[in-house]
T-cell receptor, first 112, second 112 residues
Framework: QKEVEQDPGPLSVPEGAIVSLNCTYS??????FMWYRQYSRKGPELLMY????GNKEDGRFTAQVDKSSKYISLFIRDSQPSDSATYLC????????????FGTGTQLKVEL | DAGVTQSPTHLIKTRGQQVTLRCSPK?????VSWYQQALGQGPQFIFQ???????QRGNFPDRFSGHQFPNYSSELNVNALLLGDSALYLC???????????FGPGTRLLVL
């Protein structure tokens, strides 16, 4: 079993839609959760970082963590064509020496 | 403030050759991590350097080695290249004690 599972998509939505991206993880030792956005042929860009259960909002983006279910989500409101990218969830253990474990990434396309 | 920089951007090698990739961390950061991202996959952790020493290593063979210099920049060396080493190699920098990592644009390596 992979330590973190992510639906690879692709996911196609119309402009203005609410997008929900999800990951599950297997080990409760993971305590830090991040979402990265990666445009084609570029490096990942940090979007959101959280370490507690609940919601964290930043503009059109909301990161949600449910530690009891080992489930993390990223919501994008009012999606734009510029949001078209691959979204990677990444998790880190407590005392894990800052090693990030990534999901496979979900490819998102927002269409006009 | 310069972000993480990597060189070269692209590289083509043949099987059996050796390659050196370079990374300069974000200003003020002292920790460098290297990741390998195969096509359609999430990044996989190779190793991490702090205070010029390898602090943590992922599941990669000894053909992968690295170095960190006193100015915190880092090199990744891969010996005896295999076709399967073709990937995007990403460098991420962070500040010791902080979880967030910032990625460079990557070096795309093609092994023929």
């Amino acid at each position: 079993q992979k330590e973190v599972e992510q639906d690879p998509g692709p996911l196609s939505v119309p402009e203005g839609a609410i997008v929900s991206l999800n990951c599950t993880y297997s080990n409760s030792a993971f305590q830090y959760f991040m979402w990265y956005r990666q445009y084609s042929r570029k490096g990942p860009e940090l979007l959101m970082y959280t370490y507690s259960s609940g919601n964290k909002e930043d503009g059109r983006f909301t990161a949600q963590v449910d530690k009891s279910s080992k489930y993390i989500s990223l919501f994008i409101r009012d999606s734009q064509p510029s949001d078209s990218a691959t979204y990677l969830c990444a998790i880190m253990r407590t005392g894990g020496g800052n090693k990030l474990t990534f999901g496979t990434g979900t490819q998102l396309k927002v269409e006009l | 403030d310069a972000g993480v920089t990597q060189s070269p951007t692209h590289l083509i090698k043949t099987r059996g050759q050796q390659v050196t990739l370079r990374c300069s961390p974000k200003s003020g950061h002292d920790t460098v991590s290297w990741y390998q991202q195969a096509l359609g996959q999430g990044p996989q952790f190779i190793f991490q350097y702090y205070e010029e020493e390898e602090r943590q290593r992922g599941n990669f063979p000894d053909r992968f080695s690295g170095h960190q210099f006193p100015n915190y920049s880092s090199e990744l060396n891969v010996n005896a290249l295999l076709l399967g080493d073709s990937a995007l190699y990403l460098c991420a920098s962070s500040l010791a004690g902080q979880e967030t990592q910032y990625f460079g644009p990557g070096t795309r390596l093609l092994v023929l």
